[in-house]
């Protein structure tokens, strides 16, 4: 006899920034309560596994943390006191600072700030139609891709690449600088089925002993900021040992002739002393990729949140072409799709109405911006009124002092519409509450895969929370901002958006949930050409051409990035005052700050912790468990030291982002990270950090 009750199953899609974007079947207990949620398995990406903090979403969406009514700041800013106040209010006092913003000051005083909380397309950019439609400053998105989709940008092209789902079909996958087993579950799943059906290999190259590093059977530990000197020397091997395809070097890329003359004096055994890693390892390595034409590299983004994160990502992206591994099915390179979509966003973004010539602020920056450094306004108006959704600067953003500094100004005003009572919705004025995933409808893309999917509404909102939508149109309509798409539907929005990109509409999309709309192998294999005018590979990049939303004009020492792939040594390397780096890799149960609120990714995580080489910390006095403080140019954290043999000598991870407040003195790990920018568009180096650690 069956004695459960009868639980339904709805359909939706993770929203969380991570490339898998999964295909969710999720229990709906009542209109207001669901129950497990598992990975759909008739999706041929998902293939009915996702990570463990979604799978317990229920813990974050019934968590008793949830704002559920606005709120109005009633005690000093940043102290996180406040009272409830209604919906009209509090949109009628925030539409008023931005009338009173722009009357003084001008539209670009007025920053709409946000990032990547849900990635759908309605609920993260519709923000943007009210920002173009008013014309306030823009906001340049660093925070994650500039670095990376730059350095792939410089070769290819194109943000695109192999269906990933092609690694079932690998003799072998190269996982570099990411860390699927953390961040992105399913390429794991789709590795242990090339293992299973052709004994594919596993090589991962990490600055430590990752969970993915754990499975791999060929081990890269290298230094961190040094992938550009272990892809030179590999090449190098390739090209000695006769590995590289000439006929496709010469049919797809632009110069490899000079390119392996470059190589010849980036030896392995130059790159080991760069790496700090046996030459020995670097030739095995070069070896297998060498002898295996189905080689899948799948380039994560780790390894370019660095200074030298894009030529680092552009060297990479050199191997595949050298070897021609991108004509092999199971070959070639994976780092994101996210160009592939092509979609038209004039109607959720209002780019129709986007005036030329406005200020694009860096986000990355957002601590020096509020602090009206001269750099940053351009010669524009200060910032007086900060709209934030989707985003937790307060906590993600680098140099986490001035940030804090900035947000404390008396004289800005911040509305900040959140799930949480956040480290930056503590500093607002007013706080707005927001629905979650499955209390709205949108759609989404898959970074990692090639889907798009619907995203369902499955159960009621509790308390007042509002939708971003719903948000956006109502300021809209108070602040006189004008555009059709306030007026349309979550689901109009997504039905226009798909009709005018050529794509199914929404009727068949909510009828099969997805739709795959990977392009033929011969383009994403690049086989009809690259992503320029030639159709070539760029082994000698032009960092000035590569462009990046984030910026009109290049910026960081751009002088200093290698035409042809180098070490590039724009890094943070130790000195005597700070003799070690620090890189703040994802922990695997926090997805940036989000779930860091929910009690068994707290649980599993422990409490904040940094890895330390048990030499270090025998030469440093210090015992495996001990309270230590991390300085930077920047500032000081407090950890506990964790002795971790897993990576090289004067290298320290602190897996993150805990909240602030888990760190004595509330420093969370971004006060000791730098907002300076790296060269060609910026982007966090969060990863590339000179520091000292001694006794707390
Ligand atoms: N659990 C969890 N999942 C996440 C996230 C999270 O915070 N937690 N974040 C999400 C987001 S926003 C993103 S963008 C993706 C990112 O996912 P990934 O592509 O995996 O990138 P990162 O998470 O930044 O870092 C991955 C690995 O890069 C390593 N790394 C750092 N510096 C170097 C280096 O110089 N060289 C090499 N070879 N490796 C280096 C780090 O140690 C880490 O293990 O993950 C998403 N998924
Ligand atoms: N030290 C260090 N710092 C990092 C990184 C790192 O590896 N190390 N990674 C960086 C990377 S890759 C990224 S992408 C950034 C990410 O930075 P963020 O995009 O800020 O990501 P989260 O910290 O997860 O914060 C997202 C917030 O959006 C809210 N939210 C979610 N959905 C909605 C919604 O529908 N409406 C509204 N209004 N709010 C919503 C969530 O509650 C959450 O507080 O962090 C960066 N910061
Ligand atoms: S693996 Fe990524 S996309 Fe899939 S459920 Fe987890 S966070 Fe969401
Ligand atoms: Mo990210």
């Given at each position: 006899?069956?004695?459960l009750?009868?639980?339904?199953?709805?359909?939706?899609?993770?929203?969380?920034?991570?490339?898998s974007?999964?295909?969710?079947?999720?229990?709906?207990l009542?209109?207001r309560?669901?129950?497990?949620?598992?990975g759909?398995?008739?999706?041929?990406y998902t293939?009915?596994?996702?990570?463990?903090?979604?799978?317990?979403?229920?813990?974050?969406?019934?968590?008793?943390?949830r704002?559920?009514h606005p709120?109005?700041r009633?005690?000093?800013?940043?102290?996180?006191?406040?009272?409830?106040?209604?919906?009209?209010?509090a949109?009628?006092?925030?539409?008023?600072?931005?009338?009173?913003?722009?009357?003084?000051?001008?539209?670009?005083?007025?920053?709409?700030?946000?990032y990547?909380?849900?990635?759908?397309?309605?609920m993260?950019?519709?923000?943007?139609?009210?920002?173009h439609?008013?014309g306030?400053?823009?906001?340049?998105?660093?925070?994650?891709?500039a670095?990376?989709?730059?350095?792939?940008?410089?070769?290819?092209?194109?943000?695109?690449?192999?269906?990933?789902?092609?690694?079932?079909?690998?003799?072998?996958?190269?996982?570099?600088g990411?860390?699927?087993?953390?961040?992105?579950?399913?390429?794991?799943?789709?590795?242990?089925?090339?293992?299973?059906?052709r004994?594919?290999?596993?090589?991962?190259?990490?600055?430590?002993?990752?969970?993915t590093?754990k499975?791999?059977d060929?081990?890269?530990?290298?230094?961190?900021?040094?992938?550009g000197?272990?892809?030179?020397?590999?090449?190098?091997?390739?090209?000695?040992?006769?590995?590289a395809?000439?006929?496709?070097l010469?049919k797809f890329?632009?110069a490899?002739?000079?390119?392996?003359?470059h190589?010849?004096?980036?030896?392995?055994e130059?790159?080991?002393?760069?790496c700090?890693?046996?030459?020995?390892?670097?030739?095995?390595?070069?070896?297998?990729?060498g002898e295996?034409?189905?080689?899948?590299?799948?380039?994560?983004?780790?390894?370019?949140?660095?200074?030298?994160?894009?030529p680092?990502?552009?060297?990479?992206?050199?191997?595949?072409?050298?070897?021609?591994?991108?004509?092999?099915?199971g070959g070639g390179?994976?780092?994101?799709?996210?160009?592939?979509?092509?979609?038209?966003?004039?109607?959720?973004e209002?780019?129709?109405v986007r005036?030329?010539?406005?200020?694009?602020l860096?986000?990355?920056r957002?601590?020096?911006?509020?602090?009206?450094d001269?750099y940053?306004?351009?010669?524009?108006?200060p910032?007086?009124?900060?709209l934030?959704?989707?985003?937790?600067p307060?906590?993600?953003?680098?140099?986490?002092?001035k940030?804090?500094?900035?947000?404390a100004?008396?004289?800005?005003?911040?509305?900040?519409?959140?799930?949480?009572?956040?480290?930056?919705?503590?500093?607002?004025?007013?706080?707005l509450?927001?629905?979650?995933?499955?209390?709205?409808?949108?759609?989404?893309?898959?970074g990692?895969?090639?889907h798009?999917?619907?995203?369902?509404?499955?159960v009621?909102a509790?308390?007042e929370?509002?939708?971003?939508?719903?948000?956006?149109?109502d300021?809209?309509?108070?602040?006189?901002?004008?555009?059709?798409?306030?007026?349309?539907?979550?689901?109009?929005?997504?039905?226009?958006?798909?009709?005018?990109?050529?794509?199914?509409?929404?009727?068949?999309?909510?009828?099969?949930?997805?739709?795959?709309?990977?392009?033929?192998?011969?383009?994403?294999?690049?086989?009809?050409?690259?992503?320029f005018?030639d159709?070539?590979f760029?082994?000698?990049?032009?960092?000035?051409?590569?462009?990046?939303?984030s910026?009109e004009?290049?910026?960081?020492?751009?002088e200093?990035l290698?035409?042809?792939?180098?070490?590039?040594?724009?890094?943070e390397?130790?000195?005597?005052?700070?003799?070690?780096?620090?890189?703040?890799?994802?922990a695997?149960?926090f997805?940036?700050?989000?779930?860091?609120?929910t009690?068994?990714s707290?649980k599993?995580?422990g409490?904040?912790?940094?890895?330390?080489?048990?030499?270090?910390?025998a030469?440093?006095?210090?015992?495996?468990?001990q309270?230590?403080?991390v300085?930077?140019?920047?500032?000081?954290?407090t950890?506990?030291?964790?002795?971790?043999?897993?990576?090289r000598?004067?290298?320290?991870i602190?897996?993150?982002?805990?909240?602030?407040?888990?760190?004595?003195?509330?420093?969370?790990?971004?006060?000791?990270?730098?907002?300076?920018?790296p060269?060609?568009?910026?982007?966090?180096?969060?990863?590339?950090?000179?520091?000292w650690?001694?006794?707390?």
């Open positions: 006899m069956n004695i009750p009868n639980i339904k199953t709805g359909i939706s899609v993770c929203p969380h920034d991570c490339p974007a999964c295909a969710l079947e999720v229990e709906v009542d209109e309560t669901i129950g497990r949620v598992r759909a398995k008739d999706n041929s293939l009915g596994v996702i990570c463990e903090k979604v799978s317990r979403y229920a813990e974050r969406i019934h968590h008793p943390d704002l559920l709120l109005k009633k005690g000093p800013k940043g102290s996180g006191e406040f009272q409830r106040i209604s919906w009209d209010d949109l009628a006092e925030t539409a008023e600072a931005m009338l009173k913003a722009e009357a003084d000051y001008g539209p670009t005083s007025v920053w709409p700030y946000f990547a909380g849900t990635m759908g397309y309605v993260r950019d519709g923000i943007n139609r009210l920002r439609a008013k306030y400053s823009n906001l340049g998105d660093t925070f994650c891709v670095l990376s989709w730059s350095g792939y940008l410089a070769g290819t092209g194109s943000v695109s690449g192999v269906d990933p789902r092609e690694m079932q079909v690998s003799d072998l996958i190269v996982v570099w990411g860390n699927p087993v953390n961040t992105q579950v399913n390429v794991m799943t789709h590795v242990a089925m090339a293992r299973k059906n004994g594919a290999r596993l090589a991962c190259v990490d600055i430590y002993e990752t969970g590093m499975q791999a060929l081990k890269l530990i290298i230094r961190p900021g040094t992938d000197a272990l892809a030179c020397a590999v090449m190098h091997v390739l090209f000695r040992d006769g590995h395809d000439w006929a496709y010469e890329t632009d490899p002739r000079e390119f392996a003359a190589l010849k004096a980036k030896t392995p130059w790159a080991a002393k760069i700090d890693i046996p030459v020995a390892d670097i030739e095995a390595f070069a070896r297998l990729i295996t034409k189905r080689t899948f590299f799948r380039i994560g983004y780790g390894f370019t949140r660095s200074r030298n994160g894009a680092n990502m552009h060297a990479v992206s050199c191997i595949p072409a050298v070897t021609g591994a991108w004509q092999h099915e390179a994976l780092h994101s799709n996210s160009g592939m979509y092509r979609m038209n966003k004039t109607m959720i209002g780019l129709d005036k030329p010539g406005i200020r694009i860096d986000q990355s957002i601590g020096a911006a509020l602090l009206n001269p940053d306004l351009q010669g524009g108006p910032v007086k009124m900060l934030v959704q989707n985003t937790n307060a906590s993600v953003a680098p140099d986490q002092t940030v804090k500094q900035g947000l100004r008396e004289d800005l005003f911040t509305c900040v519409h959140e799930q949480f009572m956040t480290e930056t919705a503590k500093f607002a004025d007013i706080v509450p927001a629905t979650m995933f499955l209390e709205h409808d949108d759609i989404y893309q898959g990692g895969h090639s798009l999917l619907y995203g369902r509404k499955l009621e509790p308390g929370c509002r939708n971003n939508h719903e948000v956006i149109c300021l809209a309509r108070r602040v006189g901002a004008e555009h059709p798409g306030f007026a349309m539907s979550p689901r109009e929005l997504i039905d226009w958006t798909l009709v005018n990109s050529k794509k199914p509409g929404l009727d068949l999309l909510d009828q099969e949930s997805w739709v795959d709309v990977m392009p033929d192998f011969e383009q994403a294999h690049f086989l009809k050409g690259f992503g005018p159709g070539k760029r082994f000698r990049a032009d960092w000035r051409k590569v462009r990046f939303r910026t004009v290049p910026v960081g020492p751009v200093m290698p035409g042809f792939p180098d070490h590039c040594e724009t890094i390397e130790a000195t005597a005052d700070y003799p070690f780096r620090l890189a703040t890799s994802p695997r149960t997805l940036n700050s989000t779930f860091n609120e009690p068994s707290r599993r995580e409490r904040p912790t940094v890895f330390v080489h048990p030499d270090d910390l030469a440093l006095g210090l015992a495996d468990g309270k230590v403080k300085g930077s140019a920047r500032g000081t954290v950890l506990h030291a964790r002795a971790h043999a897993g990576q000598r004067g290298v320290l602190a897996e993150s982002i805990w909240p602030n407040e888990a760190h004595e003195d509330g420093q969370g790990i971004n006060t000791l990270t730098g907002a300076d920018q060269a060609p568009n910026g982007g966090g180096a969060f990863h590339d950090n000179r520091v650690i001694r006794a707390a």
